[in-house]
Nanobody, 123 residues
Framework: QVQLVESGGGLVQAGGSLRLSCAAS????????MGWFRQAPGKEREFVAA????????YYADSVRGRFTISRDNAKNTVYLQMNSLKPEDTDVYYC????????????????WGQGTQVTVSS
């Protein structure tokens, strides 16, 4: 069982930056693939970024590539999402997710989810 707790959301002006954190429980964190997804009310959950367990390969949605960076600190059992050049359309609830080893871009492949953190970008 893995428990995930996100933090770092908030209100920021367009062009600004935020860093989201997701702290995970468990002793085998390094073996887990971690993903970030986002969801607006009434919309499907959307893939943002993911990082594999083991080799740490990263994946990004086209809409955030070059602006967002996913990283992990296995010693702290934490995954981060650095978000730069934020746009109003990045406004969403952001969720952290985990599954063993292989990262996927589809939310249904993840086994564990955090409670979400709100990101609001004002124009």
């Amino acid at each position: 069982q893995v428990q995930l707790v996100e933090s770092g959301g908030g209100l920021v002006q367009a062009g600004g930056s935020l860093r989201l954190s997701c702290a995970a429980s468990g002793r085998t964190f390094s073996g887990y693939a971690m993903g970030w997804f986002r969801q607006a009310p009434g919309k499907e959950r959307e893939f943002v970024a993911a990082i594999s367990g083991g080799n740490g390969q990263t994946y990004y949605a086209d809409s955030v590539r070059g602006r967002f960076t996913i990283s992990r600190d296995n010693a702290k059992n934490t995954v981060y999402l650095q978000m730069n050049s934020l746009k109003p359309e990045d406004t969403d609830v952001y969720y952290c997710a985990a599954r063993y080893l292989v990262a996927f871009t589809t939310s249904g492949r993840y086994d564990y989810w955090g409670q979400g953190t709100q990101v609001t970008v004002s124009s």
